[in-house]
């Protein structure tokens, strides 16, 4: 069983930056995806990012390319989300999920972390 953690989200003013982390535990993630989603209050999860176990194939969402980078290390077992030029429709909760295949719906991940929240300020 893989246990998933996210880190890095906090309270930011519009413009800013943070890096989110996923930490794997337990299993490595070695051989799945690794997306991912976030939710607003009142809103269903919406995939941000996904990125294949070798990193040779990225996703993003159109409203954050050009803004999010996702990387992995997989020595550290680790997934990052690089967040850039932050807006204030950029908040919600951020979360990580493995999956087998990269795609945008979050039935295809089987593993979920609790979530991180990001606030962004106007």
């Known amino acids: 069983q893989v246990q998933l953690e996210e880190s890095g989200g906090g309270l930011v003013q519009a413009g800013g930056s943070l890096r989110l982390s996923c930490a794997a535990s337990?299993?490595?993630?070695?051989?799945?995806?690794t997306a991912w989603f976030r939710q607003a209050p009142g809103k269903e999860h919406e995939f941000v990012a996904g990125?294949?176990?070798?990193?040779?194939?990225?996703s993003y969402a159109d409203s954050v390319k050009d803004r999010f980078t996702i990387s992995r290390v997989n020595a550290k077992n680790t997934v990052y989300l690089q967040m850039n030029s932050l807006k204030p429709e950029d908040t919600a909760v951020y979360y990580c999920?493995?999956?087998?295949?990269?795609?945008?719906?979050?039935?295809?991940?089987?593993?979920w972390g609790r979530g991180t929240e990001v606030t962004v300020s106007s």
């Open positions: 999920a493995r999956g087998l295949y990269l795609k945008t719906i979050p039935n295809n991940y089987d593993h």
């Open positions: 337990g299993r490595t993630l070695s051989g799945y995806v």
């Open positions: 990125i294949t176990w070798s990193g040779g194939t990225t």
